[in-house]
Nanobody, 124 residues
Framework: QVYPVESGGGLVQAGGSLRLSCAAS????????MGWFRQAPGKEREFVAA????????YYADSVKGRFTISRDNAKNTVYLQMNSLKPEDTAAYYC?????????????????WGQGTQVTVSS
């Protein structure tokens, strides 16, 4: 089991950058693929990015491709989401999640453990 805890959210102007971190307790962190999802008020939770257990493969939603970068450090049990060129439509609560199956990265239902979320607000 892993227990993700997100940090790094905040208020930023359009065009700015933020880096989210997700520290996951549990000694099996490297066994899990990790993903980031986001949810804006009144909208469904949507996939943002995912990374496989080794960090060798990454996956992105079209809306963030080229602007966001996901990475992980298994020695630190941490996954990161570097967000550049932020837009007001990126405003949402961002959630980190662990996927023990290593498949269906784009589906929230494939993830076993979720953090509480961190708020990102992008002003225009």
């Amino acid at each position: 089991q892993v227990y993700p805890v997100e940090s790094g959210g905040g208020l930023v102007q359009a065009g700015g950058s933020l880096r989210l971190s997700c520290a996951a307790s549990g000694h099996t962190f490297s066994n899990y693929a990790m993903g980031w999802f986001r949810q804006a008020p009144g909208k469904e939770r949507e996939f943002v990015a995912a990374i496989n257990w080794s960090g060798g493969s990454t996956y992105y939603a079209d809306s963030v491709k080229g602007r966001f970068t996901i990475s992980r450090d298994n020695a630190k049990n941490t996954v990161y989401l570097q967000m550049n060129s932020l837009k007001p439509e990126d405003t949402a609560a961002y959630y980190c999640a662990a996927n023990g199956r290593g498949v269906n990265y784009y589906r929230a239902s494939a993830y076993d453990y979720w953090g509480q979320g961190t708020q990102v607000t992008v002003s225009s």
